[in-house]
C-alpha cells in the first residue's frame, strides 16, 4: 500500500513536467526556421497535439481572411446575396444606392442597363450615387494608400472592385483592358504617364476621397452602357442621397451567394472584397450606417462565440482583409477558429498539397488551413527570414509519415498553458 502511494506523487510530477519539456523540444526542432513565431497542429476535435509557442499573440495577415470569412458565413448567412436599388425621381434623374455589393461587375451593370430598358426608361437627367449606408473615415485600416489594386479602397457603390482596367498601347493611348468594360474618362487620367501594357489601378491613385471616386466610376460605367443600349443620358453626376419622393424602380439583386464571395475572396485574397463584408457584418449587427468601429466589435462578437471568452482576448481584429498591424492572433486561437470553420474549408485553395490561406506583409509570414485528412495547422511568422514554406513542408512529412492522426494515436504533447 505504501508503494502506490509513493507511486502517484511521482505519475503526476511526471505529467505536470511533460508538456514543458514537449514545447521546448517542438520549438527546439524548428531553431533553424523559427526565431519570431510558432505553429500549431489540431487533431479532428480540435485538441492541439504538435505546437510551439502557441499562446503568443502574433501578426495574422491575410490569414484573418478566414476570420471574416467566418464571421460572414455566421452573421448573413450562406445564401446571403448583396442588393442595389434604383430610384427615379419626377424630373427623370436616376439615383442607385448601393450596399456594399462587392462583386458588381461590369456584366452586372450590362444586365441592370438591359433590365432598365425593358421598363422603358428613355431619358435620364442625371445620375446621383447614394452612399449612405457608409459612414467611413478615410482609407481602410492597414491600407498603404498606393496606386495598386489590392489597396483600392471601399464603398457603398462601387463597380469593378474599385479598380480601373487600363491597357496603354505602344502609341501611349489609354484604352480598356477589359472586353466587357467600355473606355470611360476615368481610364486616361490613371493611365497617364504609364508604360505600354496591362495595368490594373485603383481608383484612389495619387489620394482621393474614397466614396466620391467610386462614384464617379459607378456613373461612367452605367453612362457608357446606358449609351450602348440606346437611353439617353443628360444632367448632372454625383453623390447625393436618395430624396424621399423618388419612385424604386428596380432593385438588383446579385446572382452569387454569399458563399460564392467567400470563395472568391479566399481563393485570390481580395482586400476589397474582404473589407466589404467585414462592413456588411457590422451593419447586419448594428445597423446602416456601417463603420470599421461596429464592423470590428461584431467580428470580436464572432471571435468570443467561436473561442470562449477566456480565449477571445488572444485575437483581436480590426480589418476584414489582414492588412492592418493591429490585428492579433495566437496559433492556439486560430486552431479553434479553424476547427470552427471546418465545414466550410473547402472554399479554400489548395497550395502545396493542403488547403491553405497565406498571409503576407513586410516581416510577416503565415500559413492556415487543413492538411489531407482535415486536420488543422497553422504557422505564423513574425520575423524577416520566410520559412513558413519550409515549415509546412517539413509538418506536412512528418504528418503523413506518422500516419497516427486519423487513428487518434498522437500523444497529446501540446496541450498546455
Known amino acids: 500500500m505504501v508503494r502506490k502511494f509513493l507511486i502517484l506523487p511521482v505519475f503526476f510530477f511526471i505529467a505536470s513536467c511533460f508538456p514543458l519539456r514537449a514545447v521546448h523540444a517542438a520549438c527546439r526542432d524548428y531553431s533553424t526556421f523559427i526565431k519570431s513565431g510558432g505553429y500549431g497542429i489540431a487533431d479532428s476535435f480540435g485538441n492541439v497535439v504538435d505546437g510551439c509557442n502557441l499562446d503568443t499573440a502574433y501578426i495574422p495577415a491575410s490569414v484573418v481572411k478566414i476570420v471574416t470569412a467566418l464571421s ?4 448573413l448567412g450562406p445564401a446571403y446575396r448583396f442588393t442595389t436599388e434604383f430610384y427615379l425621381d419626377d424630373k427623370q434623374i436616376l439615383y442607385i444606392k448601393g450596399y456594399g ?3 458588381l ?4 451593370v450590362r444586365r441592370i442597363v438591359t433590365q432598365l430598358k425593358t421598363q422603358q426608361v428613355g431619358h435620364i437627367k442625371g445620375i446621383f450615387i447614394d452612399n449612405s449606408v457608409y ?10 494608400n498606393s496606386s495598386n489594386a489590392y489597396d483600392a479602397p471601399v464603398a457603398a457603390t462601387s463597380v469593378n472592385f474599385n479598380s480601373l482596367p487600363v491597357r496603354v498601347d505602344s502609341r501611349r493611348r489609354v484604352l480598356s483592358s477589359e472586353p466587357q468594360t467600355p473606355w470611360l474618362p476615368f481610364m486616361k487620367e490613371v493611365g497617364k504617364g504609364r ?3 496591362i495595368h490594373r489601378v485603383n481608383i484612389c491613385v495619387g489620394g482621393c476621397r474614397p466614396q466620391t471616386a467610386a462614384a464617379r466610376y459607378t456613373s461612367e460605367l452605367f453612362l457608357a ?7 439617353l443620358v443628360s444632367g448632372e453626376t454625383g453623390v447625393r442621397s436618395v430624396p424621399t419622393t423618388a419612385q424604386c424602380i428596380f432593385i438588383y439583386k446579385n446572382p452569387r ?4 464571395v467567400v470563395k472568391n475572396m479566399l481563393y485570390y485574397s481580395s482586400n476589397f472584397i474582404a473589407n466589404q463584408l467585414f462592413l456588411a457584418c457590422g451593419a447586419k449587427r448594428f445597423g446602416y450606417p456601417a463603420t470599421w468601429e461596429k464592423s470590428a466589435t461584431a467580428i470580436q462578437q464572432v471571435l468570443h462565440e467561436a473561442l470562449g471568452g477566456d480565449m477571445s482576448d488572444a485575437a483581436a481584429v480590426v480589418d476584414g482583409a489582414g492588412l492592418s498591424r493591429q490585428n492579433r492572433m495566437s496559433v492556439r486561437s486560430m486552431l479553434k477558429i479553424l476547427k470552427v ?16 490561406k497565406t498571409g503576407t506583409l513586410q516581416g510577416v509570414y503565415n500559413y492556415a488551413g487543413y492538411f489531407p485528412d482535415g486536420h488543422p495547422y497553422v504557422i505564423f511568422l513574425n520575423q524577416p527570414e520566410n520559412n513558413r514554406a519550409s515549415i509546412l513542408d517539413r509538418l506536412k512529412t512528418g504528418h503523413l509519415e506518422e500516419g497516427l492522426f486519423s487513428q487518434g494515436q498522437w500523444i497529446n504533447k501540446a496541450n498546455y498553458n
Open 135 to 144: 459612414a467611413l473615415d478615410g482609407v481602410p485600416p492597414g491600407s498603404s
Open 105 to 108: 461587375l461590369s456584366e452586372d
Open 341 to 356: 470553420f471546418t465545414p466550410h474549408k473547402l472554399l479554400l485553395r489548395k497550395y502545396r498539397g493542403v488547403l491553405a
Open 225 to 231: 452602357l446606358f449609351k450602348e443600349v440606346g437611353i
Open 257 to 260: 451567394t454569399l458563399e460564392e
Open 195 to 197: 508604360k505600354p501594357g
Open 72 to 75: 460572414a458565413l455566421r452573421i
Open 101 to 103: 455589393d462587392p462583386l
